[in-house]
């Protein structure tokens, strides 16, 4: 909102200049005691003791009540009075002087110059009282009526303008914008040449943009007027910069521009407009910057007085008295002006006040505080409001930023001095907001902060999102009933409609949120019954229309059909399309879907659903397998979307086609050309991984090396390079990608597809892996990456070697990659360093916390950490064998069961868990969670041959002698390349045959074959 | 030829009659014989597993106790020889 920071300039004449000026001296003893007592007042005027001066004068009326200088007295004591703040009494004065009848004609003046004053006093008293006092509004008007009444009586008045001026000021001050618009172009078109006319073609600018702001504030839809109004406002204000003609206004223009820019970049709201908003800022940002400070401005003012003065010396000399006079008032509104220049702040403080808040609406939240720290800290910020709103602003830079420790300090702060100011409405939603982030994850603290906001502003403009945040906390911490308790409460207090509608609708989010989705639908329902007109009833509709295309697709159609037909122009139009044409191909109506995505893209291009309605249509015609129209599509939408982040899905989905078509060299090109095109985008070292896993594909398809003819082995070898290429090209430009990992295994088994065909060593295989380790020296964590990869090669053959080469790379200081770390911590449990292994793995729960949200809302990269430090850790404290620690471990194992039953570490729990199964005598059960792993086509060769060691087990502890031999001695068969294992099998298997032939254990006993069954009696039965 | 086949004919005609001519076993005989052969297979059978062992995984923890058992066992039976044709 715009504010007039000018206090209106007086209409001042110096009276006495019209006045007869008949010598003191003639007057006898009796004028020379009135004529000194005028004197004495006026040298108190001029000294600024206006008060002292009205006193003076009016003492000089009632001690000389006949004299004819009484008339002038009692215009001077309205005007020390006016000037000394004391309205009433300066319009008691002034209506002396108008109620005079008996004025002669040589101080006729004096009646027009008090009727020119009275308006001006009372719009004076006006902008002293309060903005809600309704004494301010009954000043106001009656200035208006004043105003008329003196520009009617005395319309070619040399006070005109000025008197035209002050009304369209008190009209603005009334919020009668259109009015003060129509008073303040009739002056300007009637006093184009005045010097002070600039001041209406600021105040008609300041009501434009008022205007402006007032009708965006209101508006749903885009409104010309407005933009209009603001542009002719800047125009207005730029123009008085152009003309060069009085630098405090100029001044004040520059920082209205600055106002004005803020608010309207404040209205450019969307995607859309983001950077036609930047521009506006920045625009507003350059106006701030260019005003001019305090000392700057009334040296220029001073100047213009001087100017002034010496224009009225010149008329002087000249004897044009109406010329003289017109340069004195001049003189006399000037002064008044520096007067209140040299009183207010330095504006230049307010502007980078104002600077701080663009910085904050650009999200630079770093500038914004050290802006208004450094403007707190230089005492620059006096006005106790502007210290408010420095604080606030801080605290919500820290907030944003989730600097805890100093947003709550700063939030006391606030809170102590301002607990319930209407400024901070929603400082508790985003404090509360800083603890549902990532970094802070702590729901419950959050909740304190909502609740708290709830509280103090039970009817803040922030309740329902504050109700909502707290909602969304609590359906973190699985308080599910709580949330959707809070919101029905609320509408059980019988809340007002803004409310009650936003609580409604908040509950079907709720409900959303908790999988309600048929409540959910039902509360949307009610909502779009019972709130029509509202923005929430389309809404609701929208959301209906979306959630029955997942629930019931036909249901779903009419729902969303009646949506496009009710809001053409909605919002959330694209968002239905994308829901209608997903709903049709569930509907078997494919043709109809297409067209629905087609529409989508070609009517709403820009909008955040258009680029995946080509993935949509990409999926249907794949599906009909219609591939050539399928890669059209995706075509097509590199063609609309060269920069969408969807690219490299849409070369992704080109590229399988083509795979599945049987042209992989055709697949490889458009990878191939999606990493020469975006070679910095993130997905290139998605792209890079494909070309390594294709080219090695392509090696394996030219078969087995030594026995491929000279042409295929050419093809080998180019394989080879390229694969090679390719992932070395990832892990040097991306290293820090998770792609590394893969891209890495790969690179090896490339390394022993050479190997095995005798055209490396593994001497070499090795001097290439710690060459490539040795090209990352300055990126310790993909360096250690390189030779974990290369310890892994060695796991299975020497994992002693592996764990040395896994100790040299391992560095505590680094955050490494979960799988990474799991492969060092399964090294030190199998090398007996069980404690070292258990550091590790909490190492790695240090790393990837879980910062107090449930392990299933966690991220993604987290969860899957926290399921590898289960397993870890739960494994490492059954290896220490002591039942206490096997117990603990055993709780590890169901506690990952439970909350990551995805992971594929659940194969290694259930090998723990069978294990703790058989110490507790439940075999049956040990035994189905030994057959789990063995089933599982994912499980390492380790982890099945120690299934097998441990089945054979249970079998030799049931007695089960033959089974428990044969599963001994056949680990060594199938998983020769887990060596400890296999020798502990033929070990244990070799004791068995021992006790055997020993006799210890007794030869077993045939199982008698049962009787055959006669086929009669099969029959029978 | 008409030699050869004459010699397999009396060979076989002999072992029937030395066959017919033993005393027949007792049911606990023939079982103690099967304990007996048992007993033989399973011990050759260890001592495969303990001589994989020590071949296979001359590194492991097993190895040196595998070979202090094949130290007790002894070698391998030798292998019955095929019949010359």
Redesign the interface.
Known sequence: MLIDRRIPAAIVCLAASTLPSGPASAQGPAATIDAQMMQQAEALAAAGDHAKAAAVYEDLVKRFPQMPIVPEANFRAGYAHYLAGDYDAALAAFKKVIDNRNLPAEQASLNELSLSMVPQVLASKAAKLPINDPARKVALEDAVKQFDTYLTKFPKSDEAESASYSKALALYQLEKFDLAMDVLRKNMAAFPQSPTIQDSQYLLALTLATTGSNALSKATAPDPVAEQQFDESEKLLRDIITKNLNLALINDAQFQIGELLLARGGFMTGDDNKQKQADTFNKALDAYRSVASKDRVVAAQKARIAFFKDLMVKAGVAKDVPTLQKYKRLVDKETEKLAQLEGRTDQTQQAKFKTGLIFFTQNKMDETRVLYTQLENTGAIEDEADKKQALYFVTMSYAAQSVAEKAIEKYNAFQSTYKGDPIAQNLQLIVGAMYLGEKLNDPNKAIEYFNEGLQLYPKGKAFGALVLARAGAQIQLKKFDEAEKALKDTLAQNPSKELAVDAEFYLGVVQVQTGKVKEAVETFKGVRQKYPGTPQEEQSFSQIGQLLSRLDPKAAIPELEGFLSKYPKGNDVPAILMALGTAQGASGQADAALATFKKLATEHPKSEAAPFSYFERAKLLAKAQKYDECLAVMKEFAQNYPDSTALFQAADFTAQILTSQGKGQEAIAVYDDFVAKRPKDPSTADALLKLNALWKGYTESQGNYIVIEAAKRDEWKKGIEKSTAAAEKLITEFPESPQVAQALSNLMDVQRLQQSAKLKTEAELETYFKDLAQKFADKPGTQAKVLFTLASFNFDKDKTKALEQMTAAYKPDLKFAPEDLDLYGQALIDGKKIDEAIKVYEKLNQDYPLKGSSPKTAPRDVQEAQAIVLAGLGKALQEKGDPADKEKGGKMFAELEANYPWSPKMLEVNYGTALALRDQKKDDDAVKRIQEILKAPKASSELRAKGMLLLAKIHADAGRFELAIDNFIKISVFYGGVPKVAAEGLWLGGQLLERQASGEIPMPTPTPKPAATPAGDAKKK | MIRTIAFIVLAAALSFGAAGCKKKKTVAEMQAE??TV???K??V??IK??T??VT??P?????A??QE?LNV?GPLPAATPAPKK
């Open positions: 099967k304990v048992f007993r033989q399973q011990k059978e260890a597993s303990y994989a062992l296979k995984y590194d492991s923890e097993f190895a106790k595998a058992r066992l």
